[in-house]
């Protein structure tokens, strides 16, 4: 069975410290990624999806990156918070042409101080 | 644009309370409209997929159906374990994402 990974599950951050945030998933090939962001009280917030290594898609210009160094894993980064960055942040894997049934991981709840 | 409007906001029931959520869409060419249930800081889990108009997908106490312009999410005799929030989601032929709802955050009351 398939499995998503997020790590770290919370996380506290000054302004303009980097971030890193990564997810894996187990028992598939060649999912499509996605970052997703939620901030209270709102929907899901659609960062950067990913359809093959090195192929990323960006829905947000702003301060974040994302990077898929391997077929299973995807990497949300910042050089300098904001913050306007908390929230709680969401990897989710789908395969296939059905894109909108999608797995999510448990996700990271970032706050930035 | 693709949207998808959830209704209401906010929905509280007494246990056992039938009722149901509403997602209205506008997207050019529905590919499949989703549902899914999300717990307070947790991810969302994937519910239904529907596909096209009249089609209606059952899951124990959750049923959903489809017309061309809007979902819906009908609880019968709902538990205060279905309290949650419900998200609606669609996709449309041209895009390699899908659009989420604000969603509806129901309480089942005891």
């Known amino acids: 069975s398939q499995t998503i990974h997020q790590w770290p599950a919370t996380l506290v951050q000054p302004v303009g410290s980097p971030l890193s945030l990564e997810c894996t998933v187990e028992?598939?090939?060649?999912?499509?990624l996605y970052w997703y962001r939620q901030a209270a009280g709102r929907g899901l917030q659609l960062l950067f999806y990913?359809?093959?290594?090195?192929?990323i898609s960006s829905e947000v210009p702003q301060n974040l990156s994302a990077s898929r160094p391997q077929d299973r894993q995807f990497i949300l980064s910042s050089k300098k918070l904001l913050l306007s960055d908390s929230g709680f942040y969401l990897c989710?894997?789908?395969?296939?042409?059905?894109?909108?049934?999608?797995?999510f991981g448990p996700g990271t709840r970032l706050t930035v101080t | 644009e693709d949207q998808v409007t959830q209704s209401p906001e906010a929905l509280r029931l007494q246990e056992g309370e039938s009722s149901s959520l509403n997602c209205s869409y506008t997207?050019?060419?529905?590919?499949?409209l989703f549902w899914y249930r999300q717990d307070p800081g947790k991810g969302p889990e994937f519910l239904f997929t529907?596909?096209?108009a009249g089609e209606e997908k059952e899951k124990e106490r959750l049923k959903a159906t489809l017309t061309k312009k809007e979902s819906f999410l009908h609880i019968t005799a709902p538990k205060p374990e279905d309290s949650a929030t419900y998200l609606c989601?669609?996709?449309?032929?041209?895009?390699?994402?899908?659009?989420f709802g604000t969603g509806t955050k129901l309480q089942v009351i005891p």
């Open positions: 989710a894997w789908s395969i296939g042409g059905s894109l909108g049934e999608q797995y």
């Open positions: 028992g598939t090939s060649n999912p499509n």
């Open positions: 990913s359809v093959g290594i090195g192929q």
């Open positions: 997207v050019s060419g529905l590919r499949g």
């Open positions: 529907l596909y096209s």
């Open positions: 989601a669609v996709q449309a032929p041209s895009y390699q994402k899908v659009t």
